[in-house]
RNA sequence: UCCCCAGUAGCUCAGUUGGCAGAGCAGGUGACUGUUAAUCACCGGGUCGCAUGUUCGAGUCAUGCCUGGGGAGCCA
């Protein structure tokens, strides 16, 4: 068996009789005629059943089928102003393929988050979640093929790793044979500053785990994230490579998906078109001060939480870059600025309207000796950072690479309430199923 | 880990001062030749999250627990 035309193919067998393969989505019915509603992935259609033109048992099937019910339908692509996509199906025979063996539990009204995550797996059927999904997906091809017609290699980074770069408490612990502990990794970043000294330009895709305890729309303990890492590229390389890359994923998808955004997602795109390279660049110690001047608390070297992001952020249409944190806020490799050491050469990109920081990367540290002394500072076992370090012993170059996470630029892009929506099936503190 | 909110029919919710457990949707049976969340009539549907307590009497009040949601910190 396989499906003879698919629902978005319609126009093309205007007049003629056809088979679709669907599920049943809706139904009504006005005594001799009942409409069913058919879906079949690429799109949704109205069946139209007259009692004169199928078999008195089709007939009365058709006005008791279960929502959801698998189903052949026959009939005639007739042209229908009334039709939102210009087509019916004249119906003139039915096959069931399955009845539901139960009640479908997602109904046409109102349900509460907590339900619907229960039924995620069912609650993917739903147009609003087949639009996401299709953004989602549009948005990792526009990030594999920004990198990939730039000349940059996919390598992919390892998810067991050996022990805990950043403190143990954010990592999930695994039992790894007679070695003792391994960890889910929650970055390719080293592995990739090791494989740009091979290959020049690189990035890794794929999934990331942080056992954090956070509750918020913003986080999953499982999310997607691309990392590149370029040799020979400093901070103001990097930058631009991060807004060429958010302005082409988010033009990319805008261009792709603008009928679902708009009809489906009820996204102002208006939002979505201004977000043009270049990017406002401001320093951190600039952001502080935008910050102290809206009346909020805050001095040098606290970190920007939040509700100071947004703050910041609000202050532009389009996303703003953040440059020179102090150091002491930042991870162990980032390189100091050699014009203001209390400064590394880091840029976070905070997304307007609200999302947050969806990129977080910079320069890294590329003298041995000052990486030596980074990781002793920050109380790093030093064996588990000796093949790290001799990517630094053996031709050490400047090199820089940032983390972009898939899930908050989907929701960003989709104008989504929370980032659990934009992944098949979350992974959060409190759920691990479906 | 901390703060706030919620839990009543399959779903979304109402439930007055503590006094017989309710509605809409969904489901079932019918009516209707153009419905778009169709409409209309009738029918079935309950461990009021769990436990203890107060009371003649608890969905309602108190205490504890469980589950979920929102937010903070941290981060992408």
């Known amino acids: ?41 690429t799109g949704t259609i109205q069946c139209v059943v007259f009692k004169g033109n199928v078999t008195p048992e089709a007939f009365h099937e058709a006005d008791h089928l279960p929502q959801e019910s698998s189903l052949a339908v026959t009939g005639l692509v007739k042209k229908d102003a009334r039709s939102p996509i210009g087509f019916e199906l004249d119906v003139r025979s039915l096959a069931v393929v399955a009845r539901p063996a139960r009640e479908y539990p997602l109904g046409h009204k109102d349900h509460g988050v ?12 739903s147009q609003r979640q087949q639009a996401i999904l299709r953004v989602r997906h549009t948005v990792e091809k526009a990030i594999r093929d920004f990198f990939d017609q730039r000349g940059f290699t996919l390598v992919d980074a390892p998810i067991f790793t050996p022990s805990a770069c950043e403190g143990t408490s954010t990592l999930f612990e695994v039992p790894y044979f007679d070695l003792g502990k391994a960890y889910l990794t929650q970055s390719g ?79 102002d795109v208006s939002k979505l078109e201004a977000v043009r390279a270049p990017f406002p660049r401001i320093t951190y110690t600039e952001a502080v001060e935008v910050i102290q001047r809206t009346g909020h608390p805050m001095k040098w070297g606290d970190d920007i939480g939040g509700d100071e992001e947004t703050l ?14 102090p150091s002491d806020l930042k991870a162990f490799y980032f390189k100091r600025d050699p014009a203001d050491a209390k400064v590394a050469l880091g840029c976070d990109v905070l997304a307007p309207e609200g999302y947050g920081e969806i990129i977080g990367g910079g320069q890294r ?27 630094r012993r053996y031709g050490s170059v400047p090199h820089a690479g940032f983390g972009m996470g898939v899930e908050r630029c989907v929701a960003w892009i989709c104008g989504l309430h929370h980032v659990r929506e934009t992944i098949p099936f979350p992974r959060m503190m409190e759920r691990i199923t479906p």
Do not use: N
């Open 1 to 41: 068996m396989r499906p003879t035309v698919y629902i978005a193919d319609i126009a093309q067998h205007e007049g003629q009789e056809i088979t679709l393969h669907g599920w049943l989505y809706a139904r009504r019915s006005s005594g001799k005629l009942h409409f069913l509603q058919v879906r079949d992935g």
């Open 114 to 125: 907590a339900f619907l995550m229960e039924q995620r797996h069912l609650w993917l059927r």
């Open 189 to 267: 970043q080293l592995y990739m500053e090791a494989a740009a000294m091979a290959l020049g330009k690189v990035y890794c895709f794929g999934p990331s785990f942080r056992a954090e305890k956070s509750k918020t729309r913003r986080h999953l303990t499982e999310f997607w994230m691309v990392e590149p890492e370029v040799a020979f590229m400093d901070l103001d390389g990097d930058m631009e490579l991060m807004e060429q890359l958010v302005e082409y994923v988010v033009q990319t998808a805008l261009e792709a998906h603008r009928r679902e955004l708009v009809s489906v997602l009820e996204r």
């Open 312 to 325: 910041v952020a609000r202050q532009y249409d389009r996303p703003v870059m953040v440059h020179r944190y």
């Open 365 to 391: 540290e590329d003298d041995l000796a000052t990486l030596e002394a980074a990781i002793a500072r920050h109380d790093l076992p030093a064996e588990a950072f000796e093949w790290y370090l001799d990517v």
